[in-house]
């Protein structure tokens, strides 16, 4: 069956579901309720048999008391039961009781009445109306009632109508429901028409999208105002479209700034050693300084290359998390011995505040380690000679706190959303006279997101000096 269902479309598989349901539904109704309406109508038609064999039968009345002590007429009695036939379409026929013969010889015993229903209840003054197969074959419905003069009964009166008059009355009230079912029918076809397609027009946009984004248009957006689950899946879609196109901008701006940070220290590499290599008018002072140049664009290149594996570890959630227990106060203390000496060049003061107890968290030595430096190293960097560092750390209940302020050059507010991504430099002006290979702070949102920690990048603008705060759980 779902093999069967999944080779339509889903518009026709919507369109056959609500339609099917519906009429299902309507059908059902619609046969219930002719059901009833018809059993109301053969009790309303029995009721109307009774009412009318009744009024007929006191109308009969007086005819019957005028004949009183004569023979009856049957002319006459006929000529007014034909009126009375005209009238419901059926057939009188009237039986005069035997002690009420008036020497006529139509008088019939009390005692024939028994096989017949109708007239064994009218001799007890009822009327009730039944229904049986008369000697031709048809159906019909039957009813009597008593001729009553003087508190006497004189006769019975029977009436007999073909039950066809009933079946008509039937037929036309299922012909109105046939046709209300109809026109409920049509619109529910329509209603379910417009639904699938209200659902599949906004998917057929989303194929086009998806067409296009895998043609590289990942400009393309989906155009749904609609507040509906389909509005939803349009807005993933292009949330997705957008996190895809900016993934690839920044995969582009990645490459092209990584080329670009190995082609510059390579080609320096090269012109030193070409000169060292085929010039010979060099004396040994300037060799010297070609030498630690080399050196110094080796130990660039070593740091890029350890950054983006570290980084790329991260990305791809294959760097191991330590779950070592890392005194942090011991750490910050080894990072300001390491900062002290180029602390002292630059002639900043580098404070460090410590709680009294050791602060344990958990992670790895070379993350927490890698994390510290380069936020030391950045604050070291763009702080010129004279100014200050303080770093502050407090344990919490649920984790520790970690404050860095410089009072350096700052960061204007325009860059301070930029911070975080790669080879983002806030001084591109500068860039080669700063250290560094813009990956210091990607590296570190890394490492604080893979712990499950927080950090925050601060400054009231240029020359206003900038915070870090880190806070990692215990």
């Known amino acids: 069956m779902r093999k069967f269902l999944k080779a339509f479309s889903i518009r026709t598989r919507l369109l056959v579901l609500y339609a099917g349901i519906i009429l299902i539904g309507f059908a059902a109704i619609t046969v219930i309720a002719g059901g009833q309406i018809a059993g109301a109508a053969r009790a309303d038609y029995a009721q109307q048999l009774q009412n009318t064999i ?28 034909a009126e009375y036939e005209n009238q419901v379409n059926g057939k009188l026929t009237f039986y005069l009781l035997g002690d009420h013969d008036n020497g006529s010889s139509q008088g019939y015993p009390r005692e024939s009445f028994r096989d017949s229903v109708e007239l064994e209840t009218a001799l007890r003054g009822q009327v009730v109306a039944v229904e049986r197969t008369g000697s031709d074959g048809n159906t019909y419905f039957y009813t009597a009632a008593p001729v009553i003069d003087k508190g006497e009964i004189l006769g019975l009166l029977q009436l007999k109508v073909p039950t066809r008059n009933l079946l008509e009355n039937i037929a036309q009230r299922w012909l109105g ?20 397609r209200s659902i599949i027009q906004p998917l057929y946009k989303l194929r086009e999208s998806a067409n296009r984004l895998s043609q590289g248009n990942f400009a393309h957006r989906v155009t749904y105002d609609g507040k509906d689950e389909i509005g939803e899946v349009a807005n993933a879609f292009n949330e997705m479209a957008h996190q895809v196109e900016s993934m690839l901008e920044e995969q582009r701006a990645f490459a092209s700034n990584t080329s ?29 300084q070609y030498i630690e140049e080399i050196d110094d664009e080796v130990t660039r290149l070593g740091n890029l290359v350890q950054d983006l594996t570290l980084l790329s570890r991260f990305d791809a959630g294959r760097a191991e998390l330590g779950q070592e227990q890392v005194d942090l106060s011991r750490l910050a203390l080894s990072l300001q011995h390491q900062f002290a000496r180029q602390a002292d060049e ?3 003061k ?22 510290f430096r380069n936020l030391l190293d950045n604050a070291m960097k763009y702080s010129s000679a004279g100014r200050q560092i303080e770093w502050k750390i407090e344990a919490t209940d649920s984790g520790v706190s970690s404050v860095i302020r410089d009072t350096g050059r700052g ?47 601060d400054s009231a603008g240029i020359d206003q000096g900038t915070t870090v705060t880190v806070f990692l759980p215990h």
């Open 54 to 81: 009744t009024l007929i039968a006191q109308g009969v009345a007086p005819v019957m008391h005028g004949m009183e002590g004569q023979k009856i007429d049957d002319t006459a009695l006929a000529s007014t039961f």
């Open 177 to 196: 429901l046939g046709a209300i079912f109809a026109l409920i029918a049509l619109a529910a076809i329509m209603a379910a028409f417009w639904l699938a």
């Open 260 to 288: 670009h940070e190995l082609r510059t220290p390579l080609t320096t590499i090269r012109l030193r050693t070409e000169a060292l290599r085929y010039d010979n008018t060099l004396d040994q002072q300037v060799s010297r």
């Open 346 to 348: 630059k002639k900043i």
């Open 350 to 371: 580098l404070s460090l505040e410590l709680p009294p107890t050791p602060v344990l968290i958990k992670g790895s030595l070379n993350h927490i380690m890698v994390l």
């Open 411 to 457: 960061i204007s507010k325009a860059d301070l959303e930029h911070v975080f991504e790669r080879f983002y430099r806030v001084d591109k002006s500068r860039s080669r006279e700063t250290p560094g290979t813009g990956l210091g702070l990607a590296l570190v949102k890394s490492i604080v997101d893979a712990y499950k920690g927080r950090i925050s990048i």
